[in-house]
Nanobody, 124 residues
Framework: QVQLVESGGGSVRSGRSLKLSCVASGDVEEINCVGWFHQSPDTEREMVATIRRSGRTYYADSMTGRCVISQDSAKNTVYLEMNNLKATDTAIYYC??????????????????WGQGTQVTVSS
């Protein structure tokens, strides 16, 4: 089992930045990819960015250029730095982790573990 704990959320004005953290504990050798998702009351949970243990990164089109996902393997921590935040970025941000697998004709992170989420509120 892997436990994930997010932190770093809060309330900010539009145009500002936030850096979220996700700390993994437990059987961390089980996982080799970690992603950040967001979900607002009006939307489904959507992937924001994913990072593989190799360091390769993937971003949703809506966030490309406005966020950076990174990792500190020694601390079992993955970060999501978001810049130029907009009111539409208001959501709960979740960290998820799993194994990189070939599923439905493509490679993707098969997320098995989820954190409890951290709220990000952006006011205009």
């Amino acid at each position: 089992q892997v436990q994930l704990v997010e932190s770093g959320g809060g309330s900010v004005r539009s145009g500002r930045s936030l850096k979220l953290s996700c700390v993994a504990s437990g059987d961390v050798e089980e996982i080799n990819c970690v992603g950040w998702f967001h979900q607002s009351p009006d939307t489904e949970r959507e992937m924001v960015a994913t990072i593989r243990r190799s360091g390769r990164t993937y971003y949703a089109d809506s966030m490309t250029g406005r966020c950076v996902i990174s990792q500190d393997s020694a601390k079992n921590t993955v970060y999501l730095e978001m810049n130029n935040l907009k009111a539409t970025d208001t959501a709960i941000y979740y960290c998820a982790a799993g194994r990189w697998r070939y599923i439905s004709d493509s490679y993707t992170c098969d997320y098995q573990y989820w954190g409890q989420g951290t709220q990000v509120t952006v006011s205009s």
